[in-house]
């Protein structure tokens, strides 16, 4: 069965470094996501990504952060200067174009720690 | 008021038996309904989605929404303990270019074999 694989599981990095996680949606998905957990909390939405752009973003998705497709099949999310609050999983999705929005598949995410 | 709220548990309930779990919500936009399974670490698994009010079942388990008390639940019938997990209600409004899934804080489920 197709599924949203995430690199790394586990991230590691100092306050103001930058960062990259990685993301391979399902392949004949057209629509992608980026959602984060800080723990103990809930999923809470980040950016969505359709046609090569930014469809929708919330207010936790600010200058610092950015998405990108930089090929067919990998979808990434980079946070240019962390921040200890940025420690969290984060959450890659994808869903397919006819389906629609409601079935959004998630990754088994990547757990970033920010010290 | 927040627009999702969902009971964090935890639950605790014996195999076999049936579970409820729900959630309210306060965004009359949301039209699409969604309930995914979290096992601990893991990210979260697509269970069921619906859109309309009434039952929508799918093995043991059924979706029930009301659309005019703005609540819906997940029932687990026979309940195994592989069904201990997190689950989470989400839910999406039908706006145009709105694309986010909102989500309840979870529910912890354990079933005691």
């Known amino acids: 069965e197709p599924e949203v694989t995430q690199t790394p599981s586990h991230q590691v990095t100092q306050m103001g470094q930058e960062v990259i996680l990685r993301c391979v949606p399902i392949?004949?998905?057209?629509?992608f996501y980026w959602y984060r957990q800080i723990l103990g909390q809930k999923v809470e939405f980040l950016v969505s990504f359709y046609n090569n752009e930014i469809s929708e973003k919330s207010e936790i998705f600010d200058d610092q952060f950015s998405v990108e497709r930089p090929d067919g099949s990998n979808f990434t999310l980079k946070i240019r200067s962390t921040k200890l609050e940025d420690s969290a999983m984060y959450f890659c999705?994808?869903?397919?174009?006819?389906?629609?929005?409601?079935?959004?598949?998630f990754g088994p995410g990547t757990r970033l720690l920010v010290l | 008021q927040k627009e999702v709220e969902q009971d964090p548990g935890p639950l605790s309930v014996p195999e076999g038996a049936i579970v409820s779990l729900n959630c309210t919500y306060s965004n009359s936009a949301f039209q699409y309904f969604m309930w995914y399974r979290q096992y601990s670490r893991k990210g979260p698994e697509l269970l069921m989605y619906?859109?309309?009010?009434g039952n929508k079942e799918d093995g043991r388990f059924t979706a029930q929404v009301d659309k005019s008390s703005k609540y819906i639940s997940l029932f687990i019938r026979d309940s195994q303990p592989s069904d201990s997990a997190t689950y989470l209600c989400a839910m999406i409004s039908t706006n145009f270019g709105n694309e986010k899934l909102t989500f309840g804080t979870g529910t912890r489920l354990t079933i005691i074999p």
């Open positions: 999705a994808s869903s397919e174009a006819d389906m629609g929005k409601e079935t959004q598949y």
């Open positions: 619906t859109y309309s009010s």
């Open positions: 392949s004949n998905h057209l629509y």
